[in-house]
């Protein structure tokens, strides 16, 4: 039940990261946060990502906040490449198997 929302919802946040960095809309931001709020829950509670499972949706946060600051794209985009980055990771991880 719990891969129903996992992957699906990774992939969505991707492009609605995308989109809202490209339109500099918060909200985009903030409703990519909550698409992948069940996978880090779920990478949370294994041993390699014991408590920095949750840290990784504000990275869609704070770029949203920056956003809402007026901050330069480029400065509003490095908070998502280390969730993008991580999502590339643990693809790779799990096409490999």
């Known amino acids: 039940m719990l891969t129903l929302f996992t992957w699906p919802l990774v992939i969505l946040s991707v492009p609605l990261a995308l989109i809202g960095l490209i339109l500099r809309s ?12 069940p996978t880090f829950l779920y990478l949370a509670m294994t041993p390699r990502f014991l408590g920095w499972g949750l840290l ?6 704070g770029a949203g906040w920056l956003l809402m600051r007026k901050a330069p794209l480029w400065a509003s985009s490095l908070p998502v490449l280390p969730v993008c980055c991580l999502f ?10």
């Open 56 to 61: 990784f949706p504000f990275g869609y946060t």
């Open 26 to 37: 918060p909200a985009l931001l903030y409703a990519a946060a909550l698409c992948i709020v």
């Open 88 to 97: 590339g990771w643990l693809g790779y991880i799990i096409w490999q198997q």
